[in-house]
């Protein structure tokens, strides 16, 4: 039979990610209605193994459903990677008589929260909080519709200079391994090409997709690369620029703007359902678990399985953005 939960600990971890402190509020917040003690883990699994954790009242998490960053803080700890760290994390919530958890981050973050349900007591639930929509099982992650936005307001900037001169601009855009913010934000700019680590880049076609272009007197071209693609920006604009030396090009690379800024309402909105759900879950005894969003439904699966799941770029997106970029 399942153990009753009554002390709850939430924590953010990895790349911090816009929406998180919605989220935040939300478990706190539904932690209270349900008559639940409610604890903050400052700084990822490193609170859980330094003993930095603080009591969460409702006016903890006031005015801050619009703010980017996370008011508990964030990190990869590396600690809680070894038993003897993980233990030590046990050994201080024990104290404290924690006994449920909710992880918000992303992979990295699932699985330590894997290992740590299967060696210990504390039922885990694994909430996606990463702008990079590289987790299975939900149709989107707290964060990425925010660094999608970001990239889209910052890439239509780029597109103004880049008529006024007639320029190539190759725009890297972040997502590690991933290339859902490169596709989306991509699609939603009009860019002529999108470079994604899931689909080889084929270096000859986008030369003789530019040739054909400069033929057509068609001068401005943004190319939306991912950064975890084979070449990346920087390198991409060398290979172009060796076979076209005449074109004018320049690069830019977002990075960490697409980390920060206000929440959208969209991240707002599953923040908060995700948050809730969390709640409920351990409070219904469904432990273990990953809770994402699929069809617009609650999506519950096993954090076992979860970690092992990968993402699949849909063919369908791939041929829009070949149709749509002439
Ligand atoms: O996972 C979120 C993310 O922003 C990735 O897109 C990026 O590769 C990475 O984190 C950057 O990490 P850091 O902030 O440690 O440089």
Known sequence: MKKEVTKIGVLTSGGDSPGMNACIRAVVRS?????????????????MVENDIIKMESRSVANIIQ???TILKTSRCKEFYTPEGRQQAYNNLKKLGINGLVIIGGDGSFRGAQIFSNEFDIPCIGLPGTIDKDIAGTDFTIGFDTAVNTAVEAIDKIRDTA????????IEVMGRDAGYIALHSGIATGAENILI????TDIDSIIKSLQEKEKRQKLVNL???????????????KMIKERMPLLETRVCIL?????GGSPTCFDRLIASRMGYSAV??????RHNIFVGILNNKMHYIPLDEAVKKKQHISEEWL????????
Not at 197 to 200: L, Q, V
Not at 319 to 326: D, N
């Open 67 to 69: 703010r980017g960053g």
């Open 280 to 285: 409920e879950s351990l409070i219904e005894g």
């Open 31 to 47: 932690g209270l209605y349900y008559n639940l003690e409610v604890y903050g883990i400052m700084r990822g699994y490193s609170g």
């Open 163 to 170: 008529d006024a001169h007639d320029r190539l601009f190759i």
């Open 319 to 326: 041929k829009i953005v070949k149709i749509l970029a002439t």
């Open 197 to 200: 680590p899931e689909k080889k």
């Open 223 to 237: 190319i939306v690369v991912a950064e975890g693609e084979k070449f990346g920006g920087v390198e991409l604009e």
């Open 255 to 259: 990075g960490h703007i697409q980390r």
